[in-house]
């Protein structure tokens, strides 16, 4: 979506350094008056350096945004140019197994579409009819596949407007994995007994790894469920998987600053089917040279 002129915009922030770490800061966004400027909205950024306000930009009036880190070092930024017309899109999870999605636009469309799809699947797939600017949308994700969904509002002529990603955390189920042994030689075989009360029949990945620094803090649920369906540098995934009360909250801005960017819509709609650059290497690696 945008920053719409008289519609009020959810704005999620990410403050990271050249390796992608986040890092705390604080800001404000400030509107000129005459000589002076008044602060619209103040905000903190802090775990991993994401926060994000309700902001109501107004037509006609000056806006920038200040920006400090946590040594009060200022870091600059610019102020995302504020549109007369535009989309904003709103997602509430209602905690009862449903999505409240919100449409606010200023546009002479009449009619909007909306399409929900995770990992080549459509989920939902409906249009609804704009009153005075404004639609709603009651989803059920209560049978929605675990992980990371994509949710992208098209206007009248079938053009993506706005995109926003939700993520349905996996319930996991408790499994007993008990070694044949309790000792293991450097590289002898090791055997598990796995027992899952709930699945008889079920297949299973097992990492290993040394519990010291060095650890990644990168699982296999991290990876099936985050990291493989985000672009760049996300730290410490695990946590989002940790129980701990705040990382549904910081899971949700996670979504909300890091955008779907596997396709564009454009090629998408166009037809084209985008030309593989490297082959599949099924059967091992694929090595090109010249023996003289």
């Given at each position: 979506?945008?920053?719409v002129?008289?519609?009020?915009s959810?704005?999620?922030?990410?403050?990271?350094?050249?390796?992608?770490t986040g890092?705390?800061?604080?800001?404000?966004?400030l509107?000129?008056?005459?000589?002076?400027?008044?602060t619209v909205?103040?905000?903190?950024?802090g775990?991993f350096?994401?926060?994000?306000?309700l902001f109501?930009?107004l037509?006609?009036t000056?806006y920038s945004?200040?920006?400090n880190?946590?040594?009060g070092?200022?870091?600059?930024?610019?102020m995302?140019?504020?549109q007369?017309a535009?989309?904003?899109?709103?997602?509430?999870?209602t905690?009862?197994?449903?999505?409240?999605?919100?449409?606010a636009?200023?546009?002479?469309d009449?009619?909007i579409?909306?399409i929900?799809?995770?990992r080549?699947?459509?989920?939902?797939?409906?249009?609804?009819?704009?009153?005075?600017?404004?639609?709603?949308?009651l989803v059920?994700?209560?049978?929605?596949?675990?992980g990371?969904?994509h949710l992208?509002?098209?206007?009248t002529?079938?053009m993506p407007?706005?995109e926003?990603?939700?993520?349905?955390?996996p319930?996991?189920?408790?499994?007993?994995?008990?070694p044949?042994?309790?000792?293991?030689a450097?590289r002898s075989?090791?055997?598990?007994q796995?027992?899952?009360?709930?699945?008889?029949d079920?297949?299973?990945?097992?990492?290993?790894?040394?519990?010291?620094?060095?650890?990644s803090g990168?699982?296999?649920?991290?990876?099936?469920?985050?990291?493989?369906?985000?672009?760049?540098?996300?730290?410490?995934?695990?946590?989002?998987?940790?129980?701990?009360?705040?990382?549904?909250?910081?899971?949700?801005?996670?979504?909300?600053v890091?955008?779907?960017?596997?396709?564009?819509?454009?090629?998408?709609?166009s037809?084209?089917?985008?030309?593989i650059?490297?082959l599949?290497e099924?059967?091992?690696?694929l090595?090109e040279?010249?023996?003289?």
């Amino acid at each position: 979506g945008q920053l719409v002129a008289g519609l009020t915009s959810r704005v999620a922030l990410h403050v990271a350094d050249q390796f992608g770490t986040g890092i705390s800061a604080s800001g404000a966004i400030l509107k000129k008056s005459g000589i002076k400027s008044d602060t619209v909205v103040s905000f903190r950024a802090g775990r991993f350096g994401m926060t994000s306000f309700l902001f109501k930009p107004l037509s006609n009036t000056d806006y920038s945004i200040v920006l400090n880190d946590y040594r009060g070092k200022p870091i600059p930024v610019s102020m995302p140019v504020i549109q007369p017309a535009g989309w904003v899109m709103s997602v509430k999870d209602t905690l009862s197994g449903y999505y409240k999605i919100s449409v606010a636009t200023k546009s002479e469309d009449e009619r909007i579409n909306l399409i929900i799809h995770c990992r080549g699947k459509v989920l939902f797939s409906n249009s609804s009819k704009l009153k005075a600017g404004k639609a709603e949308f009651l989803v059920d994700h209560k049978d929605w596949p675990d992980g990371i969904s994509h949710l992208t509002l098209f206007d009248t002529e079938e053009m993506p407007v706005a995109e926003r990603l939700v993520f349905k955390m996996p319930k996991l189920q408790t499994l007993d994995v008990i070694p044949v042994q309790s000792t293991f030689a450097t590289r002898s075989r090791v055997s598990l007994q796995i027992q899952n009360k709930a699945l008889s029949d079920a297949g299973y990945s097992v990492s290993v790894y040394r519990a010291d620094s060095l650890q990644s803090g990168n699982s296999i649920l991290s990876s099936l469920f985050l990291t493989s369906d985000l672009h760049g540098n996300i730290e410490d995934p695990d946590y989002y998987f940790s129980g701990h009360p705040q990382a549904a909250a910081e899971l949700d801005l996670l979504m909300l600053v890091n955008g779907w960017r596997k396709f564009k819509w454009s090629e998408v709609r166009s037809g084209k089917i985008k030309p593989i650059s490297f082959l599949p290497e099924l059967t091992g690696h694929l090595v090109e040279g010249q023996i003289v």
